[in-house]
């Protein structure tokens, strides 16, 4: 069973920039589409950009051209970089699979201040 635990979050201005980490433990991180979610305040969870093990990668329209998926399977880690930050980014942003196999971790809080 792959666990997961995500780091990197933070306050930033908007049009600014963070880099998340997911780091993933478990022999068969490799073959898994991995995910990235958030949840802000009200809302419910959405997938913002998953990856597939061959390195597809697709993003929620909102965030395309901003936010980059990425992937080092040596490492078992997952990145999301995003840039160009706006207030509606703000979220605890979590990462699983891309059918939310795993257990969920706690997430990293994201505030995009404007």
């Known amino acids: 069973q792959v666990q997961v635990v995500e780091s990197g979050g933070g306050l930033v201005q908007a049009g600014g920039s963070l880099r998340l980490s997911c780091a993933a433990s478990?022999?068969?991180?490799?073959?898994?589409?991995m995910g990235w979610y958030r949840q802000a305040p009200g809302k419910q969870r959405e997938l913002v950009a998953f990856i597939s093990s061959s390195d597809t990668t697709n993003y929620l329209d909102s965030v395309k051209g901003r936010f980059t998926i990425s992937r080092d399977n040596a490492k078992k880690t997952v990145y999301l970089q995003m840039n160009s930050l706006k207030p509606e980014d703000t979220a605890v942003y979590y990462c699983?699979?891309?059918?939310?196999?795993?257990?969920w971790g706690q997430g990293t809080q994201v505030t995009v201040s404007s």
């Open positions: 699983n699979s891309y059918r939310g196999e795993f257990k």
């Open positions: 478990g022999s068969m991180f490799s073959i898994y589409t």
